[in-house]
């Protein structure tokens, strides 16, 4: 790890925590906790219990599967660049949080989910559909929340070996050590040898990958109704990848290295009306990439910052109800860029109220936010929805949203870059039905999204950025069912994600329908799971139409002893060949067996 990370982990001070481990409870849907029930918005929840059943090799591996998600940009295997399309909305339409707040990253691009660290994860909430009258710019698709905190008593230490010569190996310790203090330590390493991404240029060797993460954590309980936390993230990367044959004689970058590390810290105050949060954080991204021919002094630097303020209050008026208030402040800088653009630092300061009642059967919630950004100005942004508790435990949902998100650095300032870019807003409808029973619950949701003024690039990726106009509109369908002793997840959407000013045809990299299926079981001492997930044709670069694919996961997990799990994991389990971005190869078949000690 740098001095500079080593620097910033050693600082006393750091992040609130989000510290639900409860399944049924969450915190993103209005930041403070909450049950699951009472969202009115589709919430999924991963737990703790989740990934090491999953054995996630990276965050694409763990969420690829979820409703409404697609990795339509996916340069190849673990490390490779990826993007997340949410509803067929664009990369950098998801707001991105860690510990409930917005990453470093997201000032300049997309967060690269493939980078991130998952060893370290402890819980994901990810919330479809617009929330910026809660969190303000980006959130036009929906929110995923990367929660590293628990409350839950925890040591262990774990090995893993793989294809492609892939090693991880992984300690973590979360304990009371107190009646009123917490501590966390977390860090980890992994590293591959890779494979050829594109093996039809001249760039004929494999493209690796290394990457080390440590979190520290403390809470304090000052008394039984103060509770101050704090918690550091930080992570560096190295990548090896492979560019497009140039048409113009210069090679292009193959070589990359990222550093980034967050820092929070806040105050909380819970009694049985009243409820508040004051918080701060501090979030540092940078990244340079060279030809490894031409050498790392030509290095093109990117480092980005925000530094965000925050605080609410809630005050539950009665069982049926509550009121809740807040305001934040960002400020995004591009500390340092290569290409000689200097961008100015951008504040932002967001004002919110949201009110929820519930009527039975009738739920209703309303929430206005107002924000004053310093490059774009005043942006009002609204979400209401109502909620009808129906016979035999069937419940529909009306809701109305819109949203605002202003161009990134690289939109304005970077390569093909347009300094006259209008901010994007959208507007969305949408209904859902829903049914819970014994032993299966479902539902089924229909949406539409207007975007005015979509960011997209003339030509793909290479010429200047412009505005447009999208219309989306999408169905999903959810369904977790019990048959026995199996589990089973089940997820499909259709996306229609037409750019209204090309003809309307589909947006790049947007698959119309997608399927997942997980089963999971447990047998003796041993728990199973089989994944499928298929994702239909899409249009890439240049009106290339890559096909369908469908990949089978596997894996297992089964207890040597009361402290020593052995794992197993196969992905691609029969070696399908694919492509999900024009050129770029995903991995074959791939296999993984590791060993966890709890303590």
Do not use: C
């Not at 560096?236 to 810290?265: C, I, M, R």
């Not at 002893?561 to 791939?590: C, H, I, R």
């Amino acid at each position: 790890m740098s001095n500079k990370l080593l620097a910033a982990a050693l600082l006393p001070w750091a992040a609130f925590a989000q510290n639900s481990t409860d399944p049924t409870s969450i915190t993103i849907y209005n930041r403070v906790e909450q049950p699951l029930t009472s969202a009115l918005a589709p919430v999924e929840v991963i737990t703790k219990a989740d990934i090491e059943r999953r054995q996630p090799r990276s965050l694409v591996d763990l969420l690829e599967t979820l409703p409404g998600m697609q990795f339509g940009s996916q340069n190849g295997g673990i490390g490779q660049s990826s993007s997340l399309f949410v509803r067929g909305t664009n990369s950098d339409h998801v707001l991105v949080l860690l510990n409930g707040r917005p990453m470093a990253q997201m000032v300049s691009s997309n967060v690269d989910f493939s980078q991130l660290p998952v060893n370290n994860v402890q819980r994901i909430e990810y919330i479809r559909g617009p929330r910026a009258a809660i969190y303000g710019s980006r959130a036009i698709g929906g929110v995923v929340n990367i929660i590293t905190t628990s409350q839950v008593n925890d040591a262990t230490v774990g090995v893993t070996t793989g294809s492609n010569d892939y090693y991880a190996a992984n300690a973590s310790i979360n304990q009371w050590v107190s009646d009123a203090t917490r501590l966390q330590l977390a860090t980890g390493y992994r590293e591959t040898r890779g494979y050829d991404v594109v093996p039809s240029n001249s760039q004929n060797d494999r493209d690796g990958f290394d990457s080390k993460n440590l979190t520290l954590g403390i809470e304090h309980q000052l008394n039984q109704n103060w509770t101050l936390d704090a918690n550091f993230n930080g992570w560096e990367n190295n990548l090896e990848y492979d560019f497009y044959e140039p048409v113009w004689g210069t090679p292009g970058s193959d070589k990359n290295h990222t550093e980034a590390y967050q820092l929070d810290t806040g105050l909380k105050y819970t009694s049985d009306q009243l409820s508040g949060q004051l918080n701060a954080s501090y979030g540092e991204y940078e990244s340079e990439d060279w030809n490894k021919e031409s050498g790392r002094h030509t290095a093109s630097i990117t480092n980005t910052s925000t530094t965000r303020l925050d605080g609410l209050v809630q005050y539950h008026y009665s069982e049926q109800g509550y009121v809740l208030t807040g305001m934040d402040w960002d400020r995004d800088r591009l500390k340092a860029k290569t290409t000689g653009t200097r961008a100015p630092d951008r504040d932002n300061t967001g004002v919110y109220a949201s009110v929820y009642h519930t009527w039975a059967p009738v739920s209703f919630e309303l929430t206005g936010r107002v924000d004053d950004n310093e490059q774009f100005g005043t942006h009002d942004t609204w979400q209401s929805a109502l909620s009808l508790a129906l016979p035999m435990r069937h419940k529909a949902t009306l809701s109305y949203g819109t949203a605002f998100k202003a161009p990134t650095f690289s939109h304005l300032y970077g390569f093909g870059g347009n300094k006259d870019l209008k901010p994007e807003e959208s507007e969305n409808w949408e209904f859902g039905l829903a049914g819970d029973y014994e032993l299966m619950d479902w539902q089924v949701n229909f949406y539409r999204n207007k975007i005015d003024d979509l960011i997209v690039y003339q030509g793909g990726y290479i010429n200047s950025t412009k505005n447009t106009d999208a219309l989306i509109r999408g169905i999903e369908l959810v369904a977790n069912v019990e048959t026995g002793p199996v589990h089973h997840a089940f997820s499909y959407d259709y996306t229609d994600a037409e750019n209204e000013n090309n003809n309307g045809r589909q947006l790049l990299r947007r698959a119309k329908r997608k399927f997942s299926w997980t089963g999971d079981i447990d047998v003796a001492s041993a728990s199973l799971f089989a994944q499928v997930l298929y994702v239909g044709e899409r249009t890439d670069v240049g009106d290339v139409m890559l096909p369908s694919y469908t990949i089978w996961n596997i894996g297992a997990r089964y207890p040597l002893t009361s402290n020593l799990t052995l794992n197993g994991k196969v992905n691609n389990l029969f070696d399908k060949d694919y492509q999900v971005v024009d050129g770029y190869d995903a991995p074959d078949m791939e296999f993984y067996v590791g060993v966890d000690y709890r303590f």
